[in-house]
């Protein structure tokens, strides 16, 4: 019936969907998704192709809170700051010298940089979700170490565009093929009352979901931030059996 209406072609075995590529074995039981090709692009659309790679995306001690600026000469001093570092529009790398005019132009980059590394959060790399779901935080009011840890984000992206998202070769030995990792940081952000909630869905050894925000409720211990996140875990857990029992 969709044929009828809008017409299906075949061109063979599925390698590229949105921007993706996609690899699989049937033989084998494994299949990989990359997103190198446009983690290339990105870098390339800021100058970083060639920079020096770091092994995190933002340092495990980092304690970031809403230090933007508050009034028009705080603007003038990031956008100072922010042009030494960057060299220009819209490259980190400096290749491009026509620099940020205003402070908007600050904010407007910062938002670009956080919605392209959502879309690869999202689609093959679940590892950086945890560093872009904190950033979009700070996004309306970035400051300048907001904008340094953007750039070391894409430092990080430059030494791991290689990793795939794999399914089918882990090695599993748990009796149930969902298994769901969750964890609590209790009031740990900063200048923050909200405790955060994070977790990863595992199926059959592989990640399929993962999550990490900020609860709806200021928790009063540790071990009730930790509640409130099974809660949360427990509820997605719900839907997945759902989906894998009754619709797959």
């Given at each position: 019936?969709?044929?009828?209406?809008?017409?299906?072609?075949?061109?063979?075995?599925?390698?590229?969907?949105?921007?993706?590529s996609i690899t699989y074995d049937r033989r084998k039981g494994i299949m990989r998704i990359s997103q190198q090709a446009k983690i290339?692009?990105?870098?390339?659309?800021?100058?970083?192709?060639?920079?020096?790679?770091?092994?995190?995306?933002?340092?495990?001690?980092?304690?970031?809170?809403?230090?933007?600026?508050?009034?028009?000469?705080?603007?003038?001093?990031?956008?100072?700051?922010?042009?030494?570092?960057?060299?220009?529009?819209?490259?980190?790398?400096?290749?491009?010298?026509?620099?940020?005019?205003?402070?908007?132009?600050?904010?407007?980059?910062?938002?670009?940089?956080?919605?392209?590394?959502?879309?690869l959060a999202c689609w093959g790399r679940p590892d950086i979700r945890q560093s872009v779901y904190l950033m979009a935080r700070f996004?309306?009011?970035?400051?300048?170490?907001?904008?340094?840890?953007?750039?070391?984000?894409?430092?990080?992206?430059?030494?791991?565009?290689?990793?795939?998202?794999?399914?089918?070769?882990?090695?599993?030995?748990?009796?149930?093929?969902?298994?769901?990792?969750?964890?609590?940081?209790?009031?740990?952000?900063?200048?923050?009352?909200?405790?955060?909630?994070?977790?990863?869905?595992?199926?059959?050894?592989?990640?399929?979901?993962?999550?990490?925000?900020?609860?709806?409720?200021?928790?009063?211990?540790?071990?009730?931030?930790?509640?409130?996140?099974?809660?949360?875990?427990?509820?997605?857990?719900?839907?997945?059996?759902?989906?894998?029992?009754?619709?797959?």
């Amino acid at each position: 019936k969709i044929h009828a209406i809008t017409p299906l072609g075949s061109f063979g075995e599925l390698g590229w969907l949105l921007g993706m590529s996609i690899t699989y074995d049937r033989r084998k039981g494994i299949m990989r998704i990359s997103q190198q090709a446009k983690i290339e692009a990105l870098l390339e659309r800021y100058g970083m192709s060639d920079c020096n790679p770091v092994d995190t995306p933002i340092w495990h001690k980092e304690k970031l809170i809403n230090d933007g600026p508050d009034t028009p000469a705080d603007e003038r001093a990031v956008l100072d700051s922010v042009n030494k570092i960057s060299g220009g529009v819209p490259c980190f790398g400096g290749k491009i010298k026509k620099r940020y005019s205003h402070y908007k132009d600050v904010v407007q980059a910062v938002r670009k940089i956080i919605g392209s590394l959502g879309h690869l959060a999202c689609w093959g790399r679940p590892d950086i979700r945890q560093s872009v779901y904190l950033m979009a935080r700070f996004q309306s009011r970035p400051s300048l170490r907001h904008f340094k840890i953007l750039k070391r984000m894409l430092q990080y992206m430059k030494g791991t565009q290689h990793l795939q998202l794999t399914f089918g070769t882990r090695s599993f030995n748990d009796k149930s093929p969902l298994i769901c990792m969750v964890d609590a940081n209790y009031v740990g952000d900063g200048d923050s009352c909200y405790s955060t909630t994070g977790y990863v869905y595992w199926l059959y050894g592989c990640p399929i979901l993962c999550d990490s925000r900020k609860q709806t409720a200021v928790s009063t211990s540790t071990t009730e931030a930790e509640l409130i996140a099974a809660s949360m875990a427990a509820k997605t857990g719900r839907y997945l059996r759902r989906l894998l029992q009754h619709d797959f």
